[in-house]
Nanobody
Framework: QVQLVESGGGLVQTGGSLRLSCTASGFIFSINSMGWYRQAPGKQRELVAVVTRDDSTNYADSVKGRFTISRDHAKKTVTLQMNSLKPEDTAVYYC??????????????????WGQGTLVTVSS
């Protein structure tokens, strides 16, 4: 199967910076998009940023100008650089990958994989 390993996150003061990374491993043959979502307590999961196969990017309005997403195709890694963090950025951040690979039932085709989540806490 395909697994995502996330790193980064933690506690930071308002205005600080953090860097999240996520690496895909296993039987994934091609990646269409890699992105980050977040879920704050009592709220729905929302898109933060995504980068596609051709390196096009899309950001939530709330993070534009503060967060930067980048992707290393060879290493199957996506990184989210978060600057000028605000208390409202506090959430569990999840890595998401869409592509083609071997699914849990051992068939091959489209799959979507989520990371386990990493907590980002921004103190005021």
């Amino acid at each position: 199967q395909v697994q995502l390993v996330e790193s980064g996150g933690g506690l930071v003061q308002t205005g600080g910076s953090l860097r999240l990374s996520c690496t895909a491993s296993g039987f994934i043959f091609s990646i269409n998009s890699m992105g980050w979502y977040r879920q704050a307590p009592g709220k729905q999961r929302e898109l933060v940023a995504v980068v596609t196969r051709d390196d096009s990017t899309n950001y939530a309005d709330s993070v534009k100008g503060r967060f930067t997403i980048s992707r290393d195709h060879a290493k199957k890694t996506v990184t989210l650089q978060m600057n000028s963090l605000k208390p409202e950025d506090t959430a569990v951040y999840y890595c998401n990958v869409e592509g083609d690979g071997r699914r849990s039932d051992f068939t091959v085709g489209y799959l979507e994989v989520w990371g386990q989540g990493t907590l980002v806490t921004v103190s005021s």
